[in-house]
């Protein structure tokens, strides 16, 4: 087995800082022993802001900071965000807070290319979320925490990998096991410095002096004993959150802090293998009420730019009551997606997911009921022989369909057929107002049997104009005519 740990150090700042590319003088601030500044952003630090500095003396270098109370439930959710997302790369995660993932990537190197890329991949898609992490691997989880916490993650695992955790500090005892402090004072007073140093005393000595749980905290770590974890579990229903670093009503800033979640959400359908066709994203106000965004592709995708695309044609045309303090994105009932093979000659699917962004767009833009498509129905009268549906209701066309009338239809029928203005007897067979046939007719009798019942001659026809008309001539007294489209 091969495990990598991801160690996301600068959490507490970074559930605040995501939302944006330039996060400004932000701090995080915690309350036990005193008010003091536990993060701070790059701005701030070159101001002269330390972690750890007493927030009287940190607002004394830098009054303007923008000061924010440490979340701890916030960087949880954050935190099962990024596992959701890195499901994507390996089914077996371990949750470790409050700041670390383990992942068993063991069955994943030969499909992302080795340890080195899929570290690459896993690395930069947290920069995509807005998280800074450090990585290790080994073949113990322990170990993999603890070498990504001392820093020793950029270079390859060597084979001697022991040897790497003789060198480390006894600190890092306290990572993510049951090791007391005392039990770390008790080591140093007898002049232990390094895991090695404890690993070279006689186990028998440490356990009289009430240190068995180093023993058997270095065994998980060293392979000696199996570390048993559990695996965590992906929740059925997409549902995380995006705080924004300050309220605002700009589309470009929304935009960015979205993108992060769009981020988050193709990872979460990715490890599923599946796809959606809706989701929700709230715009949560400070006051009031929160502003709601349904976002619909035309067919179930997990493309993460067409849902951006989306959410810029949407977010363009609202009209913010007030400034956005938070994002929320939900999206559940997942559909299965089978993966696209390429093919030599491009992929024959594109000119229709071109299509079907086209449509989205347009939707997004103008209105769900804005745009229809047409679906033609088994009924010979021309003003009933068509529907309108939305794209993502109208069915595939099936075997039996009725055929499509053999004669020439016109694109554009009118709401409601014109009379034409008779040129003599109102019997008269040809039209009147300049009109001259080209063809015809073409009998339609159909009808009876309800209320709507007709019976005309139908004829193609050039205006005055030169347009190609459609017209007919009812067959029952006064047998007068009518205009009722066009071809051109």
Partial sequence: MLWLALILPQLPLQVFARGSAEPGLLTVTEAAP??????????????????????????AVAPALQLRE??????????????????????QLSF????????????????????SNLRTNLLTGLAALGLHAVAASAPTPLAARWLARAGHGSTPLPPDWRGLLDELPLAVLLDGSNVAGHN???????GARTLGDIRRLP???LARRDAAAVTHTLALAYGETPDLRPSYQPPPRFEHRLVMPSPTIAVEPLLFAARRLFTSLSGWLAARQAAADHCRLVLMHEHGEDTVVDIVTGAPSRDQDRLDLLARERLAALSLPEPVVELRLHADAPSPLAPRSDDLFGDPGTARENARLLVDRLRARLGEDSVRQLRPLAEHRPERAWATLPPADAPRAERGTAPLPAQQRPLWLLPQARRLQPRGLAADATPGEGFQLLSGPERIESGWWDEAGIRRDYHQALDPQGARCWLYRELDPPCDWYLHGYFA
């Avoid at 470790?96 to 340890?115: H, K, Q, T």
């Fill in 70 to 91: 440490r979340n701890p439930e916030l960087e949880e959710a954050t935190l099962k965000e990024v596992a959701d997302w890195a499901g994507a790369y390996t089914p």
């Fill in 203 to 205: 186990r028998a000595g």
């Fill in 184 to 190: 770390l004072e008790l080591l140093a007073g007898i």
């Fill in 34 to 59: 005193g008010r003091r500044i536990c993060a701070a952003s790059p701005q701030a630090r070159a101001l002269g802001v330390k972690r750890g500095q007493r927030l009287a003396s940190a607002l």
């Fill in 96 to 115: 470790c807070p409050p700041d670390g993932l383990l992942l068993e990537i063991g069955a994943s190197l030969r499909l992302f290319g080795g340890e």
